[in-house]
């Protein structure tokens, strides 16, 4: 008998659970942690950029190409491009439900690059990106400067020279987006009244800057073959790249015949300004820098939330003047709250088992296996989660707070089978009692699992988003399951012939009196049972009373994929009439702010004028608000 081997050798039943307790452990620090399972398609995100051009253009010019490239690559669902006068196209591909996305992203590239050679110069110069992103961001950063010193443009270049960098090699983090592009850049104010007496088209002082400023390779100064017989070679290095404004202005645009020269100063005002201003961003009424971390598929959330802190307060020490940073939007709060709720039900749950056992087998010798028996199959469950490419959500733990109330009764069959024939015989020892109930049970602990796992295996063939949720919580569920039935038939025994005693002390007198209404509110019911019994037609009418009344509540409840929470935070997005100004948007949103801070639960308020969330793209008419409001 399989149950006997492990009842005679208890050491070795110990030592596997421990082993299995061991690896759920591991395996519950590898798994990833998030609010629900991933329900959304993987994503992969082709940007470009295309300097000057305007929505249209780009969307004929870049876009359009980039979309007949990639469109059918293996197991694309659809796509969605966005394209603004930012000069900025975005293209969302999205795969199915349980693609490798590593894998989409090579099919991506593979396609993508063939299709350069159709793209403007300025496109390809810049080149096309190709990245994995998370289909929802993890938190937005806010990085200012309280005092004012600092402008925009001076944080933008520090965060995406010394920070975002940083940022993306920490663990997980998918992407690090610094909107607003405002990295240093000559801007060039062209005079329409000096070009037209001087004669001259844009292309042709766009060629004389790119002329005058690019880098070039001068050569070398006594390199082989030369019999000048020099003792060293001398590598030239030419000026090319210009750096200030004073030699922007002095870029020759035409010279003539008597020595006199057109410079870039004569038709044109230089300054050094940022590369884009199609974003504006506030936190707190404080301008500053937003930073969007996204995470890789199958990262923890909480994880590198954590990691992400831990770099930004270790490259906090070297910030500049009063610049600081704080979390404009962060996701993990709330699931960080959830995760801490479904832990205290969890052991809520445990606790209440223990008493109910202990009230019920009426001593703490038996009430001890079950406690030793359930950790055991909570951590088979961490097994199975992690096995299955699963990760620890809400789902998963709501399945596992139900196993306990399931494995449990492994535990308890078992406990009740040996007390039962201890009181009956006599005769026999506690192992001798424990050989004997695990013949008369072990057939039916086995019938159970495989009752439960016919019950809940089929839900993991759903398809559609249901699918992704029920899968994570019917398996979970089987796994724990499968533990408890393999631990029922192993460690539980093996306790029983250690721990119990042949002849118990007498429970306390609380569990007696317990037990004795117990025993009466059971000859009430047995005795109304019979009743019933006697008056089967009255019976079924009152149960078919029930079920009509059941099936009209299901119609008028309210139902939906998860429920509603409140996670803390409300996102406002505003689109205005096609052809507004970032200004005007701005205003929009100052409005919308001022209403927010009137409430004094709202904490914290961050504003983006000039990005789309809906669409994840730059789009000047559009911008978004977040509310941060205490929790509880």
Known sequence: MFSKFFITRPVLACVISIIIVIAGL?????????????????????????????????????????????????????????????????????????????????????????ALSLLPQEVQRVGVNVSERSSTMLEVLAFYDPSGAMDVINIHNHVSVNIADELKRVPGVGQAMVLGNKDYSMRIWLEPGKLKKFNLTIPEITSAIKEQNSQYAAGKIGQEPTTMGNAFVYTIQASGRLKTTKEFEN????????????????????ELGAANYSVEAKFQGHSMVPVMIFMQSGANAIAVSDGVKNKLEELKKSFPGELTYNLAYDTTEFVKISIEEVKHTFFEALILVILIIYMFLGNLRSTIIPILAVPVSICGAFIGIYAFGFSINLITLFSLVLAIGIVVDDAIIVIENVE???????????????????????????????????????????????GVMQ??????????????????????????????????????????????????????????????????????????????????????????????????????????????????????????????????????????????????????????????????
């Open 26 to 114: 591991i395996s519950m620090s590898n798994s990833s942690v998030e609010e629900y399972p991933k329900l959304t398609p993987p994503q992969i995100v082709v940007t470009a950029h295309y300097s000057g051009a305007d929505a249209q253009t780009i969307a004929d010019t870049v876009a359009a190409p980039l979309e007949n490239a990639i469109n059918g690559v293996d197991n694309m669902i659809y796509m969605q491009s966005s394209a603004s006068s930012s000069g900025e196209v975005s293209i969302n591909v999205y795969f199915k439900i349980g693609t490798d996305p590593s894998q989409a992203k090579v099919d991506i590239n593979n396609r993508v690059t063939p």
């Open 420 to 466: 039962r024939i201890l009181h009956e015989e006599r005769n026999l020892s506690v192992k001798e009692a424990t050989i004997k109930a695990m013949d008369e049970i072990q057939t039916p602990v086995i019938s159970i699992v495989l009752v439960l796992s016919a019950v809940f295996v089929p839900v993991a063939f759903m398809e559609g988003f249901v």
């Open 251 to 270: 870029i020759i645009i035409r010279a003539d015949k008597d020595g006199k020269f057109l410079r870039l100063k004569d038709i044109a005002k230089i």
């Open 471 to 632: 899968r994570q919580f019917a398996l979970t569920l089987v796994s724990s399951v499968v533990f408890s039935g393999f631990v029922a038939l192993t460690l539980t025994p093996a306790l029983c012939a250690m721990v119990l005693k042949k002849k118990e002390a007498e429970p306390f007198w609380f569990v007696r009196k317990f037990n004795q209404f117990f025993d009466f509110s059971t000859r009430i019911f047995s005795a109304g049972v019979a009743r019933i019994l006697r008056h089967v037609v009255i019976s079924l009418a009152f149960v078919g009373v029930i079920i009509f009344v059941m099936i009209e509540l299901v119609k008028v409840v309210p139902s939906g994929l998860v429920p509603s929470e409140d996670k803390g935070a409300v996102m406002v997005m505003t689109m205005l009439p096609a052809g507004s100004t970032l200004s005007r948007t701005t205003e929009d949103l100052e409005f919308i702010s001022a209403l927010a801070r009137q409430n004094s639960n709202v904490t914290r308020i961050t504003s983006i004028a000039g990005f789309d969330m809906s669409a994840g793209g730059l789009r000047e008419r559009g911008d978004d608000v977040y509310f941060a409001k205490r929790l509880g």
